[in-house]
């Protein structure tokens, strides 16, 4: 009867002496945290920390409290629920104490610590120690500076990523600074789950297939991503694209895509005719039948205008632009048959948009209605966009977005709205958002669409400002 009770008995003592080592490291824990604030000064009440908390505000203005409280509150909460976890643990066994099944063999014993006990505290020490304190910077009168964001993250690649980069020999780089800072988007520490799911990956391998993810990212304000160092996965059945000649007005081969996280799992599938094809916008874009009539042949609607009445407007001057659309570059494909240079904006929206502008010979530009766009100050000679800016627009939005293209428009470029529709309610509020930066009007066009909606194309040419 002994040797049955050792087991047991041996069990429930080690189970006791890790839930008092457990509640010691808590309070090392917070002795621990509470020291190292009073190092970095902040419990002291001298002249200077005064200065510092209640003369000079803007010291501290970059020192992330919310997030170190955070961390030291997600480390805490770590090593609650791991006692709460020994602690029952501790009472099934105490119910069980006369049942054979509480003789855990040596391996299952093992798991447990390994698993439950173990695990949690390595993962709690981790955080712990990630917390970075601000470093004083200046000489005389110090200022605490922060990195940015690098207490909101756990997985390690995101804070290596986000860590700013000195240069070496500390000297100044060709931007004339001494730091590279690389950018993630505000709205990532809102999406911390996603985007340490996303950053989680082994160095030097392929990335798990999950543009859909990122994609999920930068749609909700995480944009722009940080970088990654895994290789990214193509098709396994990838083949040279279409030659130059073939490739704008033909399909492209569907085993050049990765359909994976798409509804559909080829091109024929993508039909308009196929309610069930995974994306609404652009209905009959993959069609090159239906493409190729658009923009060059007379339309019922006032609304279309053609590419050679606009390109007459400005003979010869209209060379590069932006098409800031939802589509697969059928209007950049027709730009370029007039030695029109275009890039394409696309996102994939249920369908590869993007794959299919590239694979068509185009340029497409992955970017979403949320970044300031990449372009410097008066460089398109033409802005062009049709099927995405609607009436869903909230207006002070869709004033940042206009003031963005008012800027990279050059004198005298054009901006071409085609087929803008909202609820004839709300015409004048976004006939005014077009009208307000005073554009000359070569083209102004309402007509139906239907019901209370109703289509406003129009060609308006940005006026020079020389000041």
Not at 172 to 196: D, F, P, Q, R, W
Not at 425 to 447: G, I
């Amino acid at each position: 009867m002994m040797n049955l009770c050792f087991p047991k008995c041996r069990l429930q003592r080690v189970m006791g002496m890790l839930q008092i080592i457990l509640g010691a490291l808590v309070i090392i824990v917070s002795i621990s945290s509470l020291f190292r604030f009073y190092s970095a000064g902040f419990f002291l009440h001298n002249e200077d920390i005064c200065h510092h908390f209640y003369g000079v505000k803007e010291d501290y203005e970059g020192l992330d409290f919310k997030a170190l409280s955070a961390r030291v509150e997600e480390v805490l909460s770590q090593m609650e629920n791991l006692q709460a976890k020994l602690e029952s643990t501790v009472q099934e066994m105490v119910k069980n104490k006369n049942s054979m099944a509480s003789n855990i063999s040596k391996t299952e014993y093992k798991k447990f610590l390994e698993e439950e006990v173990i695990q949690p505290l390595y993962s709690a020490h981790i955080s712990l120690r990630q917390i970075r304190f601000p470093k004083a910077e200046g000489i005389g009168n110090e200022t605490i500076k922060e990195e940015p964001l690098i207490n909101s993250f756990v997985i390690e690649e995101i804070r290596k990523y986000i860590t700013p980069k000195e240069n070496r020999l500390g000297k100044n780089n060709l931007y004339g600074t001494k730091k590279v800072y690389n950018t993630i988007g505000h709205a990532c520490v809102l999406m911390k789950k996603e985007l340490e799911e996303y950053m989680d990956y082994d160095i030097g391998s392929y990335c798990k297939d999950d543009w859909n993810l990122a994609q999920k990212l930068m749609i909700n304000g995480c944009d722009p991503l940080p970088r990654r160092r895994c290789l990214t996965r193509a098709s396994k059945l990838y083949l040279r694209p279409f030659s130059i000649n073939e490739s704008l007005w033909r399909i492209p081969d569907g085993r050049n895509v990765r359909w994976s996280n798409y509804q559909c799992r080829n091109y024929e599938c993508l039909s308009s005719k196929n309610p069930k094809r995974g994306y609404s916008k652009c209905v009959g874009c993959f069609e090159m039948e239906k493409e190729k009539l658009k923009w060059i042949t007379n339309s019922s609607l006032p609304v279309d205008f053609l590419i050679r009445d606009v390109l007459g407007i400005k003979p010869g001057e209209i060379r590069i632009g932006l098409d800031f659309s939802v589509g697969t570059g059928t209007f950049a494909g027709r730009m370029r048959e007039q030695n029109v240079t275009i890039i394409s904006t696309a996102i994939n929206l249920g369908a590869p948009f993007s794959e299919t502008i590239a694979l068509r010979g185009l340029i497409p530009l992955y970017v979403t209605l949320n970044q300031r766009l990449p372009f410097f100050d008066n460089t398109m000679d033409l802005i062009h966009t049709a099927g995405f800016m609607d009436g869903w627009l909230d207006l002070q939005l869709m004033d940042f977005i206009l003031f963005d293209w008012d800027r990279i428009l050059r004198p005298g470029g054009l901006l071409w709205i085609d087929r803008f529709f909202c609820d004839k309610k709300n015409l004048d509020d976004y006939m005014y958002m077009f009208l307000q930066f005073r554009y000359k009007k070569h083209k102004w066009t309402v007509s139906p669409k239907s019901g209370d909606e109703v289509f406003l194309s129009a060609l308006l040419e940005k006026p020079p400002r020389s000041l």
